[in-house]
């Protein structure tokens, strides 16, 4: 099922083209080599498995890992898969004008998902035989006891029963819809007439708990599936005739939103409508369990409506995300020890967190210094009779009660101007924007939506500060989402600043936002799309101007992924002229380092542990003057080309070398960093010497920086 807003190759009317993404445009033929974007992804995603397989980790963070890995390939298969599919249907001579044959490329993702997913399942069994050592037992419905089976037949018949809604397939209703991301069991019953009847019943995942923790017994704890509680009762659903055949199944659909007309009419309306057909989107993936009958497969292969090459062999259980919440009746043992987020006493003790902006800047690193001080930043906007206006925008924010929004809206309340850029394309996240733009616009607040065609993903604040007639700026750079949730377990950098150049040239960033200007004027700022590609190419040239000068030359850039060609061919030019480039890139990495004449001095590796690498740095020697930006922007050709993005300067000596030490103490990892190189190969980064795990080490050094009070 399709709409106009989210077309397929097959759904689209005759003459018009699946549109093709930035990043996948038609390029001229070069002679440097590059990684594949999505195989790229399936090697970050399989240093995520890797965690999982550390037994140097306590087992439920290991556990984790798994549901992590289970929820990245489920977007993976939404959104790439599905746009890839799509690029294999095009005709054949648009597809050879393309850098990569999408029909190859599809091929090589499902030999690779199909090994990883293997190796997969064998460390959820294994795992789960490490649970028993603790006393802590995961059994199947034929594993159940008969005390357990009283306890269980409660539970259905009270809790379960209900929920249940049996599909039954027959040839003459046509192709039987299922949602997204959901979990069924496929039931095949036999009929009087020695022929068979099915049926698709839906595990209530969303309603009750995946994993259920059932009584002790003698100081053992026992966890069923939902699943199995289903399986052991499905007799009861239906008495006349119980199925003899019982296999999980679940369904990957496109959850792309396709709108075609940004420029016209009403984007927030035409987003809603998209919205509620993201689950409607074409079949990406069909799992099921891979004990089923080829005939029964077949059924259902006919039923709904899939090709051969939506069809994923996979294991019993489905929608391993839900090991995130995996029962831990031993909790807090065999989790990680906490790391309570630290904080620094000269911003506790100011009597105006202004105050201590005005003296100097401050750096905040998420998850290991508290997320307070923005929030602090925010609510003593909203308060301060010295505050006149605040101007923000939100990217991301936190699902149900958001600390910032609500700081928003009681600064809108008490009277101030508050101006909100809000992108509601920002995916998966465009429901819960919409519903903050509204509870802002009630409040008072001025709230400014998406800029047709681009996305803004810069994270900024900015607030004017009005006393004894002198007016004063105050802004917050970040290169993380307003969203003091994902700041528990994503690593990144906040700068509090009320440098007067910095602020002026931010107030021009949100005149282009609220459509004032067409162009920002910033030399401080890299911005993109205005000049943060232009800048980004100069500050490279000059370092390969200092190479081939002889003097010393040197770029250390961090990011979550590189795929743009054009900067990743600027640095292979670097590469070859002898300047040194050490990289961290814990995703996608399009660059291929480590190759004769095109990257022999560029050095890449990738850091996957208990927190989520997520800041994005660029450091350039710069003849001796060493600058260095913060950044929202990966090096993305979306980022760079398509999306609204600022890189902030760190100018304060003492806050730069700080950021510094941090960047070198990832260097130096040699538990967790892994080496990034054109064959994948994932291999752990090895040193004698002292063990380095970076992400403990970079809490010890900011501990030993900004002594902790007693408590």
């Known amino acids: 099922m399709t709409s106009p807003e989210q077309p397929t190759a097959a759904s689209l009317p005759a003459g018009v083209l699946l549109p093709v993404k930035k990043e996948d445009e038609l390029l001229q033929p070069t002679a440097y080599s590059f990684n594949d974007r999505d195989v790229s992804w399936l090697a970050f995603n399989y240093r995520v498995l890797q965690e999982a397989k550390d037994k140097r980790l306590p087992l439920y963070e290991r556990i984790k890992f798994l549901a992590i890995y289970s929820s990245n390939m489920d977007e993976f298969f939404k959104i790439r898969v599905a746009y890839l599919r799509g690029l294999a249907m095009l005709k054949k001579k648009t597809q050879k004008q393309l850098y990569f044959d999408p029909v190859k490329v599809l091929r090589q993702v499902k030999r690779i998902v199909q090994k990883q997913r293997a190796e997969y399942l064998q460390l959820f069994e294994s795992l789960m035989q490490e649970l028993k050592q603790h006393r802590i037992f995961f059994i199947s419905y034929e594993e159940v006891t008969v005390h357990q089976y009283e306890f269980l037949r409660e539970y259905f018949y009270n809790h379960v029963m209900p929920l249940i809604n049996p599909i039954y397939i027959h040839e003459y209703i046509g192709v039987v819809f299922i949602q997204s991301d959901t979990i069924y069991h496929a039931l095949r019953f036999p009929d009087n007439e020695g022929d068979y009847v099915y049926a698709l019943i839906e595990i209530p995942t969303h309603s009750l708990p995946r994993f259920l923790l059932m009584p002790e017994v003698n100081h053992s704890y026992y966890i069923i599936s939902l699943d199995d509680i289903i399986r052991l009762f499905i007799h009861q659903l239906f008495p006349k005739v119980s199925p003899d055949q019982v296999y999980s199944v679940k369904m990957n659909r496109d959850a792309e939103l396709y709108i075609y007309d940004e420029h016209s009419g009403n984007l927030v309306d035409k987003i809603k409508k998209s919205l509620a057909k993201r689950n409607l989107g074409v079949p990406s993936r069909f799992l099921y369990d891979n004990r089923m009958p080829e005939d029964f497969l077949k059924t259902l292969k006919r039923a709904l409506g899939l090709t051969e090459a939506d069809l994923v062999a996979g294991g019993r259980y489905h929608n391993f995300r839900d090991l995130m919440n995996f029962p831990n009746p031993l909790s807090p043992a065999l989790e ?71 700081a928003l809206i009681h600064a809108a309340r008490m009277g101030k101007e508050v101006t909100v850029f809000i992108e509601v394309k920002a995916r998966f996240d465009e429901e ?196 260095l930006y913060c950044s929202s922007a990966d090096f993305m050709t979306r980022n760079l080309s398509d999306r609204v993005e600022v890189a902030f300067p760190i100018k304060d000596p003492r806050l730069k070398q700080e950021v510094l030490d941090i960047l070198h103490i990832q260097l130096s990892d040699n538990q967790k960093s892994r080496i990034v190189d054109a064959r994948f190969s994932n291999r752990y980064v090895k040193s004698k010497g002292k063990p380095i795990r970076a992400q403990m080490a970079i809490y010890e050094y900011l501990k030993n920086k900004y002594p902790q009070e007693s408590p």
């Open 336 to 406: 990680n020890e906490p790391l309570p987020p630290l904080r620094i006493k000269e911003l506790d003790e100011a009597p105006s967190i202004f105050e201590a902006i005005e003296k100097r800047d401050w750096l905040i690193h998420f998850p290991y210094q508290t997320y307070d001080y923005l929030s602090r930043f925010l609510w003593e906007a909203a308060e301060s009779p010295y505050v006149t206006k605040i101007r923000i925008s939100l990217y991301r924010v936190a699902v149900g009660n958001s600390k910032v929004v609500s």
């Open 432 to 627: 819960n924007n919409i519903k903050w733009s509204n509870e802002l616009i009630r409040a008072g607040a001025k709230v400014f939506y998406s800029i047709p065609g681009i996305k803004v993903h810069s994270k900024t604040c900015v607030i004017t500060y009005r006393q004894n007639g002198l007016q004063k700026r105050y802004a917050y750079f970040g290169t993380g989402n307003f969203n003091e949730k994902t700041a528990r377990v994503y690593c990144d950098i906040g700068l509090f600043t009320a440098d007067a150049q910095l602020t002026e040239e931010l107030l021009s960033h949100y005149d282009f936002l609220r459509r004032k200007t067409d162009r920002i004027e910033s030399k401080e700022l890299l911005i993109a799309p205005h000049n943060m590609r232009q800048r980004l190419y100069q500050l490279i040239q000059e370092e390969i101007e200092a190479a081939k000068a002889g003097e010393k030359a040197y770029i250390l850039l961090k990011m979550n992924s590189i795929q743009d060609r054009e900067i990743i061919e600027k640095l292979y030019e670097a590469s070859n002229a002898g300047v040194k480039i050490d990289m961290i890139v814990r995703g996608i990495c399009c660059l291929k380092p480590g190759i004769k004449g095109q990257s022999e001095n560029i050095r890449i590796i990738s850091i996957v542990d208990r927190f989520l690498e997520h800041a994005r740095c660029y450091y350039f020697y710069h003849h001796g003057k060493e600058l």
